[in-house]
């Protein structure tokens, strides 16, 4: 630490100005700035209780590195390139605040075990708070969907109409996707949280350490198992990657679905001017941006987890410095999503008005009653692909006469088929095509409900539970 650089003496001159650049981290990694201060009060706290440091020196240690932590929230201590990166940065002012027993810290350490436990405690936080947020997320989608068990809105298969549906069905579809995310984490949590804390650069160390200790200052659940692989392992921030990708996969299939709604030609939904933007040029345009830029940014997220993939696969053990490259990868996942939910929970609870005029006025001019004509005839006993064909055949002859369903005479309905009754046009409305598909999970209005009360039990959760 008194050479211009801070490893050993067997250097004799100062880095190239240009590579002490390109090898510096410490633009990015001052973010784990808290959690290498935690990481390392516990080292020094486990220092102490084996006695491989006095409790003095502990005592010193951890004080010098609670004021670190002070210097840095009031804006005091903003280490620059020189450091490296946050370990040395840390290391050096800890040595100027403490003096010599400073130096002591780093027994029994590698910055390899210590950057390993700085991102697991960093992404241990984030993830915490994105689950949280995608609880946020599904109160709104939850609560638009109580708003609207009885609204109805066109459903599709390959972007053409197919059913009407419940408007809480299609939400709670999102929700539920959510709640998949939520328990993804939570299973991502469990890997993220083991300690490499005390694996060394790579073999263990000398010095008779207790890692169970520190680990569970630090609140991990275990040490890891083979030093080798604690220090090298990146899958939990793969993990972390993918789990973060299907989240964008889910945002941005919603914000595709809110960006076609909002257009003149479906008319669903109207964007309130919080949330939407107009045009340069165009006076007369509302710009769907939040979703549009959600949609775009799910491209990101998924490269990040592309990218740490190829990162780690030609990877010899144990740490090699191409795991520096790992940082911005995760910080820019975690700082998207995160965005991301915010912006769509916001979207969701005051941008987003559904126009029930509109709508309804959709799914009663098509034919997406035309499955529960067939089954109205299958229920009188027409074997059902008989009925499919017959129905067909309804369908060709009202289009050709400009007609829908609910407009056919009862003489045409029976000209079809002798076992049409007057109870056809009840059966054909869009209230009771959806009220009838009362199938565990389909979008009947009773169906509906029960899926609204276990959402409702399912935000109840404990955040890890
Ligand atoms: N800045 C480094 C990183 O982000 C810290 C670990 C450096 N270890 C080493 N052996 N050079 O990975």
Not at 365 to 381: I, M, R
Request: proline share 4%; charged share 20%; net charge negative.
């Amino acid at each position: 630490m008194d050479t211009p650089q801070t490893w050993s003496q067997r250097f004799e001159t100062a880095l190239h100005p240009a590579i002490a650049t390109f090898n510096a981290s410490i633009g990015f990694d001052i973010a784990l700035i808290e959690y290498d201060l935690t990481g390392s009060q516990a080292h020094a706290k486990m220092l102490a209780k084996t006695g491989i440091i006095s409790p003095k020196e502990g005592e010193t240690l951890v004080n010098g590195l609670q004021q670190i932590r002070q210097e840095y929230r009031d804006g005091r201590f903003r280490p620059g390139v020189e450091a490296e990166d946050v370990h040395f940065a840390v290391e050096r002012r800890l040595t100027e605040i403490v003096g010599d027993v400073g130096k002591k810290l780093h027994t029994a350490r590698s910055r390899n075990d210590q950057v390993g436990t700085d991102i697991r405690l960093y992404l241990r936080a984030e993830i915490e708070a994105i689950q949280e947020q995608l609880r946020q997320f599904q109160q709104a989608l939850l609560g638009l969907a109580q708003a609207h068990v009885e609204t109805l809105i066109p459903g599709y298969t390959h972007l053409q109409r197919a059913q009407p549906l419940s408007l809480a069905h299609h939400l709670l579809a999102y929700f539920d996707m959510a709640q998949r995310d939520w328990q993804r984490l939570a299973d991502v949590h469990r890997r993220v949280n083991i300690s490499p804390l005390g694996c060394g650069a790579l073999a263990g160390t000398t010095f008779p350490i207790d890692r169970h200790y520190s680990a569970e200052l630090l609140g991990f659940a275990e040490p890891y198992g083979n030093s080798l692989d604690g220090v090298s392992d990146r899958d939990f921030a793969i993990e972390f990657a993918c789990a973060a990708s299907l989240i964008m996969v889910h945002l941005s299939r919603l914000s595709e679905e809110v960006i076609l709604w909002a257009s003149e030609e479906f008319g669903f939904v109207t964007l309130n001017d919080s949330c939407s933007t107009g045009s340069s040029i165009m006076p007369q345009k509302k710009n769907p941006d939040v979703p549009e830029l959600v949609r775009g940014k799910a491209g990101r997220v998924f490269g990040h987890l592309q990218g740490l993939l190829v990162l780690m696969k030609g990877l010899p053990l144990a740490y090699n410095k191409d795991l520096q490259e790992d940082k911005e990868a995760i910080f820019d996942t975690v700082i998207t999503v995160r965005s991301c939910l915010e912006a769509m929970t916001i979207l969701l609870t005051e941008g987003i008005v559904f126009q029930p005029a509109r709508l309804h006025q959709a799914v009663n001019q098509d034919f997406s009653n035309a499955t529960d004509v067939a089954d109205y005839l299958a229920a009188k006993g027409v074997p059902f692909r008989e009925a499919y064909n017959l129905v067909g055949q309804v369908v060709k002859t009202s289009l050709a006469a400009g007609k829908l369903l609910r407009e056919l005479t009862l003489d045409e309905w029976q000209a079809i088929h002798p076992a049409f009754e007057a109870d056809i046009y009840g059966a054909i409305t869009p209230e009771q095509v959806v009220a009838a598909r009362n199938s565990h999970g389909g979008t009947g209005f009773n169906q509906v409900r029960q899926a609204i009360q276990r959402a409702q039990q399912q935000l109840g959760q404990s955040p890890l539970g």
